[in-house]
């Protein structure tokens, strides 16, 4: 099994700047790839960035693109999504997730194996 935690999310203005953390613990060595998804109140969980656990193929979000980036600490098996220039409709939990295979569909939440609780991120305008 792998666990994961999310943190950092919190309350800022828009414009702001926030950074999510995932720690990930367990069987981490079965991971390929790891993603943060996101969930409105009222809508459907939705991606917002992945990247493969070697350090390529990252991705994101139309929504997010320019202004969040995904990372992985490997030291601290930390997964980073650094949030820049926030606006209201970023208002959501934040989840982290990891999968062992890399080839799934990013995008689907169904495709993912493994999910941490959220942390939530709101953004005032």
């Known amino acids: 099994q792998v666990q994961l935690v999310e943190s950092g999310g919190g309350l800022v203005q828009e414009g702001g700047s926030l950074r999510l953390s995932c720690e990930s613990s367990?069987?981490?060595?079965?991971?390929?790839?790891m993603a943060w998804f996101r969930q409105a109140p009222g809508k459907e969980r939705e991606f917002v960035s992945g990247?493969?656990?070697?350090?390529?193929?990252?991705d994101y979000s139309t929504s997010v693109k320019g202004r969040f980036t995904i990372s992985i600490d490997y030291a601290r098996s930390l997964l980073y999504l650094q949030m820049f220039d926030l606006v209201p409709e970023d208002t959501a939990v934040y989840y982290c997730a990891a999968h062992p295979q890399y080839n799934i569909n990013w995008k689907s939440p169904g495709a993912w194996s493994y999910w941490g609780h959220g942390t939530q991120v709101t953004v005032s305008s």
């Open positions: 990247m493969l656990k070697s350090g390529t193929g990252r």
């Open positions: 367990g069987f981490t060595s079965r991971i390929e790839v």
